[in-house]
């Protein structure tokens, strides 16, 4: 039963008429073969209809000499039998030009792709990437800089084409001949077995997940990478392993679109504006929710978290946004103050400037919108909004002349672009920070199994050994990586929180002198943050119990035991060690 979409449908069509177009002056060749070889028959044969004119057109194409052999109807003259009309001799020869063309180019074709599958099959170790779009653009990118053997599995022809003009090799999948748009006899071709890294890296979550699942038992060595932007179901897969791999891999599951949001916020800081500096009140429009956009809600959840018990204000559009958040992260209203537009005399974007407090700062998610449509919006709101109303609008690309109006406006960012996200290089750049958090705690946690061994507490030193997160790197799941990913995230808004600047060279001396009033106002920051992502994943005050989504520290800081308060200021006393120690090595 074929199920696929009428859009994909349509972009089939779309890809056909593509390579149509290619092929311009072969079939401007073909119409003017059969033009003139039709004319020079109804010459010939004036009695016959158009149909048998055209017959005997198309017989000039089987480069059979008798099919333009007209002698027995031409009358001769004394000097000799009457000459062929010229638009059947040239019709022949170009019709037998033509067919040899295509017999060329039909054997050429063959051979390349027996040669490419033989190549494929001799490639041990190698990558083999499936999807298109810009971030699997960037990936093969990187391979090839890299020299990396990298086989693409694509649906797309311009992409396998320009792949193979770099001298790469792919197999195209030709979803317009075939039931399915991808099978096990493509990844069988693609050389999976022998693979050491599959990438799962399409546009669209179901085609990877698809992937995924005929990818993970056709092979016992590769590392799976699977791309699933929404949010909720990459969270999902993370946490309940749906997925299991054969014996000897390894799953990995990512957000490009997460990444591309922690990315955002990073370098455009919801409480932070360059000119007026920290703001009072930290406002968040997303005016449609998009994967990318409910991407940057979640994050702003995570990590807005401010002095005083404030946290990021999010207002959402329409009922159909408010009700898709809570339904998947139902915790959120415990981590940001969620609004709606419409509601309580807030009937428009331009109305929530009202509200406002004077020093607060307004960031419109414009992602939707194309980047001039944005900057149209922008234009509206500088207008109409006061001066001590401090916003910026987040476009979806640069300008048509390039980034020159961005970068000369402090109202205008761009949010990051897709290609070069996700290649293994620049994650492992976005986690800098987040790695030396956890390199840190690993290597205390091997001084004190060390102790505990030299002391001759072996029980003592067993359960510190066996702590889910006692490795390296590498080997912890996405899920405890994001653990550490989301302190790193924070540590730029608790340095701007105390006054300092993430980028001056005396930080950490400066960090040193913190006072106490400082240091107890990060720590009940460090515990909001630290209790967010367990109010999203639907967590409940109660004693321990991760199956039953308990933990008795979801309380009012004040209401800890007195060691969890110590850990939250330890944690913020070593925060920025953290950052300038990884910016160090970076």
Request: proline content about 4%; overall charge negative.
């Amino acid at each position: 039963m074929n199920i696929r979409s009428k859009s994909a449908d349509s972009q089939t069509l779309r890809a056909a008429m593509e390579r149509i177009r290619g092929y311009k002056i072969l079939l401007v060749t073909i119409i003017a073969t059969i033009t003139l070889g039709m004319f020079g028959f109804s010459a010939v044969f004036p009695e016959f209809n158009a149909l048998t004119w055209l017959y005997m057109t198309m017989q000039l194409f089987l480069l059979d000499p008798q099919s333009f052999d007209v002698s027995d109807t031409l009358s001769g003259t004394e000097a000799g039998p009457a000459a062929v009309p010229w638009t059947i001799e040239l019709a022949r020869w170009m019709a037998a030009a033509i067919t040899c063309y295509g017999i060329i180019f039909a054997t050429w074709r063959l051979m390349q792709k027996s040669s490419e599958t033989v190549k494929i099959q001799k490639l041990r170790g190698h990558k083999v990437v499936f999807g298109t779009g810009p971030t699997v653009s960037g990936l093969l990118d990187e391979c090839m800089k890299n020299g990396s053997n990298c086989v693409l599995l694509a649906p797309c022809h311009d992409l396998v084409e320009d792949w193979r003009a770099q001298g790469g090799l792919a197999v195209e999948i030709n979803s317009a001949a075939e039931q399915e748009p991808l099978n096990k006899e493509h990844l069988r071709r693609s050389g999976l077995e022998q693979a050491s890294t599959f990438y799962a890296f399409d546009e669209h979550d179901g085609h990877n997940l698809r992937a995924a699942m005929l990818a993970e038992n056709s092979t016992t060595a590769a590392r799976l990478i699977i791309r699933q932007d929404e949010p909720y179901t990459c969270e999902l897969l993370q946490r309940n392993g749906l997925l299991s791999p054969a014996k000897g891999s390894t799953l990995r599951v990512i957000s490009v679109a997460y990444t591309r949001a922690r990315i955002l916020l990073r370098d455009v800081p919801l409480e932070w504006h360059p000119q007026k500096g920290l703001a009072t009140e930290v406002h968040l429009v997303i005016p449609e929710l998009g994967i990318f956009e409910k991407a940057v809600a979640i994050h702003a959840a995570l990590i807005g978290h401010y002095p005083a018990g404030k946290r990021v204000n999010l207002w959402l559009a329409s009922s159909a946004s408010h009700s898709s958040l809570l339904t998947d992260f139902p915790g959120i209203t415990r981590c940001a103050d969620l609004r709606l537009i419409g509601e309580n005399g807030i009937d428009s974007i331009q109305d929530i400037s009202s509200e406002a407090g004077d020093g607060a700062l307004i960031t419109i998610m414009a992602t939707h919108l194309l980047p001039e449509d944005g900057y149209l919006q922008a234009l509206r709101y500088r207008e109409r909004w006061s001066a001590e109303n401090n916003f910026r609008l987040v476009l979806s690309g640069p300008l048509a002349d390039g980034e020159a109006i961005v970068t000369s406006a402090d109202d205008l960012v761009v949010a990051p672009q897709l290609t070069g996200l996700a290649t293994p290089d620049s994650l492992d750049e976005h986690d800098v920070v987040a790695r030396k958090i956890h390199d840190t705690w690993y290597e205390g946690n091997q001084r004190r199994v060390d102790k505990a061994l030299a002391g001759g507490d072996k029980q003592n030193a067993d359960e510190l050994s066996s702590k889910t997160t006692f490795k390296k790197w590498p080997m912890l799941t996405e899920e405890q990586k994001d653990i550490n990913r989301r302190a790193a995230d924070h540590i730029e808004v608790k340095i701007r929180a105390v006054g300092l600047d993430p980028n001056q060279p005396d930080l950490r001396e400066a960090w040193q002198n913190l006072s106490d009033q400082q240091l107890d106002m990060l720590s009940r920051m460090e515990h909001e943050r630290w209790a967010a992502p367990l109010w999203l994943n639907g967590y409940r005050p109660g004693t321990r119990d991760d199956a039953a989504h308990t933990h008795p520290n979801l309380v009012p800081f004040d209401e800890l035991d007195q060691s969890t308060k110590d850990y939250d200021t330890e944690q913020c006393k070593e925060a920025a060690n953290y950052y300038c120690l990884a910016n160090t090595d970076s």
